[in-house]
């Protein structure tokens, strides 16, 4: 199986700061099936990025993806209170799907 | 607005079966695929399986031997059933669904401990 290895494993920054999220497969993502989505404690976990650079409907467009391959990042370019979260990359160009072991984005 | 809304048992004892079913409200559970996912505390996120709505399955090789989704289309549910847990299964179990893509909807998830 794909092996999602995401880094860093906690990023604190301040809200109104750009964050830069890695995402690295083991091996190349099919047809760039990457995905990127946003948890937060008790809520269901919302896509915010498919097919490695495509926003999701109702998206802010501070949310941006890119890479192809092997190597996927996931930027929100100015952050808002609300994006303190955790951040998840999944790949669904393979069976079975995988996951990352997510990246925190936590407040400084 | 399509929701989807896990129940079940919260506790489980070990080599018992667990049981969930999601309920999903706002849409149609026709046309699309439903998936478990489950998280184990302080762990990643673990895709178990999915079903189509027509009743075709497929599951993660590593728990095939002990998992089977169904669809009850009259009532717009779809249920996991994972058979001789350990505690290696605690986890929040997520449902969520997907057109032959990413999982554009989820349900809140539900804690289930295996435990005696």
């Known amino acids: 199986e794909i092996v999602l290895t995401q880094s860093p494993g906690t990023l604190s920054l301040s809200p109104g700061e750009r964050a830069t999220l890695s995402c690295r497969a083991s091996?190349?993502?099919?047809?760039?099936?990457l995905a990127w989505y946003q948890q937060k404690p008790g809520q269901a976990s919302r896509l915010l990025i498919y097919?490695?650079?495509s926003r999701a409907a109702g998206i802010p467009d501070r949310f941006s993806g890119s890479g192809s391959g092997t190597d996927f990042t996931l930027t929100i370019s100015r952050l808002e209170p609300e994006d303190f979260a955790v951040y998840y990359c999944q790949q669904y160009g393979t069976s079975p799907r995988t996951f990352g072991q997510g990246t925190k984005v936590e407040i400084k | 607005q399509v929701q989807l809304q896990e129940s079940g048992p919260g506790l489980v004892k070990p080599s018992e079966t667990l049981s969930l079913t999601c309920t999903v409200s706002g849409g149609s559970i026709s046309s699309y695929y439903w998936s478990w996912i489950r998280q184990p505390p302080g762990k990643g996120l673990e895709w178990i399986g999915y079903i189509y709505y027509s009743g075709s399955t497929n599951y993660n090789p590593s728990l095939k031997t002990r998992v089977t989704i169904s669809v009850d289309m009259s009532k717009n549910q779809f249920s996991l059933k994972l058979t001789s847990v350990t505690a290696a299964d605690t986890a929040v179990y997520y449902c969520?669904?997907?057109?032959?893509?990413?999982?554009?909807?989820w349900g809140q998830g539900t804690l289930v401990t295996v435990s005696s």
């Open positions: 097919g490695a650079s």
């Open positions: 091996q190349s993502v099919a047809n760039n099936y």
């Open positions: 969520a669904r997907h057109a032959p893509g990413p999982y554009d909807y």
